[in-house]
């Protein structure tokens, strides 16, 4: 299908190529990139060189939103459903300092606008209205993209921008790009430059590779560049057999992207005090740090022990860490969402079993409803009487 054809079953693109406008209105970025690589489109970002305030009132009217969210850098946002459009006023950037964000001010030509982006794949730029389809791509980046090349629009590229490394790593393992020489050379400068990267621009970074398919490749890189390393020494380590396990057993979800920092790292003290994460997830690393060696060849139900507390996510990343096998860890999964005990903790109590040794007695009777014992109320009841008088059992 080509380019028009496609803007036509796009309900988005087609719409906004029916505004009767009388400048250019174009689809840039990812999207375009995308397009002509014949994916779907995800990401919708559209620019105009002139602020045409009629053409935002049509698409509140068209697509029937409450609003258009501005901010304050010429751009808005406007939500349809699960698909987000950017709307930004043509611009160009200047860096204060490397590695801060940029600056950005109005232009009024396209080109430029072109000419401040990352690589030559996402510097090509698509007219929406009046001339639907055509392609405006001053960098060759057509070129780039057929041929499987990530190149950067100029020399110093990462130093103005070090995030742009993950950038590089995450294209170059997404569409099994190479990396031109001169993207090659970049790698150095982002390096030089890292350590002056906010965490938050880190942590967004790593979140997105943590959902790619390929995350497994990008992680690895990321390793082996050491690019963590030139931000905050303390990630000097690269576990391979921890990246293969944890890719294999983590769902590909954004939340999951901080247990991949321990393939690099151990220190938690570090990690807690570098700002990349939160109270919750310094928890969760820590809890699974502090476990003792877990025994390979163990029941899936018998991980209770360790894991009643832990969320799926972390038993899952906690097995990777112990080298268990994904088979046990996802079959204790399987059971453990099944038991349910059919007595309160209040009649525990009642039974004179302590508050102090709750966790425990529920521990010892869920592990034995998982293996398909005790089904009825009486059988629970008779095995509680027998824990009360024995002493301890957890590990
Ligand atoms: N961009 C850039 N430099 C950056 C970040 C973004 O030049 N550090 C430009 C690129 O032209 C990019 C566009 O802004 O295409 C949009 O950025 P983003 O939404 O982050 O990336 P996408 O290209 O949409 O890629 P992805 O498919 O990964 O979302």
Redesign the pocket.
Known sequence: MNIREYIKTNRILYTISQFNSHSNIYL????V??LLLHRSV??I?IVFETLDYKFLDYLTDVFKVESIIKSPFLTWKISIGDIEI?LAHTRGEYYREPGALPETYPVHSIYQDLK????TI??IACILTPNTGDIIDPMDGYHDLREGILRVLKAGSFLE?P??AF?AI??KN?FGFIYHPLTEEEFEHAKKLMSRISASRVRNELE?ISVEENRKEMFREIGLKKLLFHWRDFFNTFREDMLVSLHEYLDFEKDTWFYFLLVYTRDIEALGGCGLLERKERRSLERILALDRIEKEIMPEELHRWFRKFSDDEVLAAGALQGLKKEILRKYLLRRKDVRVLHDAEEIKEMGIPASRLNEILTILEIEKMKGKLRSKREEEQFLRVLKSRHTFLP
């Open positions: 840039v970025g990812g999207g990139r995308d995800l990401d970002d950017d401040r982006r990352d690589f996402n510097s921008d995030t742009r950038r995450r294209y997404r997105r």
